[in-house]
């Protein structure tokens, strides 16, 4: 499997594991020095039992080695494959922007009511537009892939609420229920991107309701 993952030809490494394997039986023989006629006997039997008492390490060492080679290969082919997805992301002054070719769980009014990281939106995820009150911070985040757009809000307090709405009275909203999510992002479920001009709002506990300008990603 790991093969098939690195790309490499399984023949290739059958090849390799059996004349491995060759090498260490070659090995284990060498190892028996010729006895002397008045020693034939003992020196056979040390002869038989050290050569298989050396082939499962040796056998050990082979699956090692060929296991960390195929698992080096398939981290390399990884490395290759993250660096051209991340050579497709948006790049700051060049003038365009092109969409990078992931597999999200929804697109537009699909994604409406869902949670944005449960359905790979996040990982494309931009500030389209934020407002900084303080320490606190609000956002209207968007995802191309998913078309959709939701509201979040970082350094709360238990209780504040953050939404993402439209001009038609659509919404989303998110409340901090714990101390545990007031240092930590709370975001609200998604609304698609075609349902006009939207704007992410910040409503603490103490303190009037601040939003973002209205925005249309």
């Not at 260490?24 to 060498?30: P, T």
């Not at 769980?105 to 449960?118: D, H, I, K, P, W």
């Not at 439209?166 to 075609?194: K, Q």
């Amino acid at each position: 499997m790991l093969g098939q993952f690195a790309g490499e030809p399984l023949g290739r490494l059958v090849a390799l594991w059996e004349q491995a394997e060759a090498s260490a039986r070659d090995a284990g023989s060498a190892n028996c020095a010729v006895p002397s006629k008045e020693s034939a006997g003992r020196a056979t039997e040390t002869c038989s039992s050290g050569a298989s008492a050396a082939r499962p390490a040796a056998t050990g060492w082979i699956r090692l080695t060929v296991i960390v080679t195929v698992m080096v290969i398939a981290a390399a082919w990884t490395g290759v494959v993250v660096f051209r997805v991340l050579d497709t992301t948006p790049r700051a002054g060049t003038g365009t922007s092109r969409q990078v070719p992931l597999t999200v769980g929804c697109r537009g009014v699909r994604c409406e009511g869902l949670e944005a990281s449960a359905m790979a939106c996040d990982v494309d995820a931009a500030s389209y537009a934020d407002k900084q009150i303080g320490l606190s911070h609000v956002e209207l985040r968007t995802s191309r892939n998913c078309a959709s757009a939701w509201g979040r809000v970082s350094y709360s307090s238990v209780g504040d609420r953050v939404t993402v709405e439209d001009r038609a009275g659509r919404a989303e909203t998110a409340t901090v229920i714990n101390r545990g999510s007031t240092d930590r992002y709370v975001a609200t479920h998604m609304l698609a991107m075609s349902s006009g001009p939207l704007r992410a709002c910040w409503e603490p506990v103490e303190g009037g309701r601040q939003c973002t300008p209205w925005a249309r990603p």
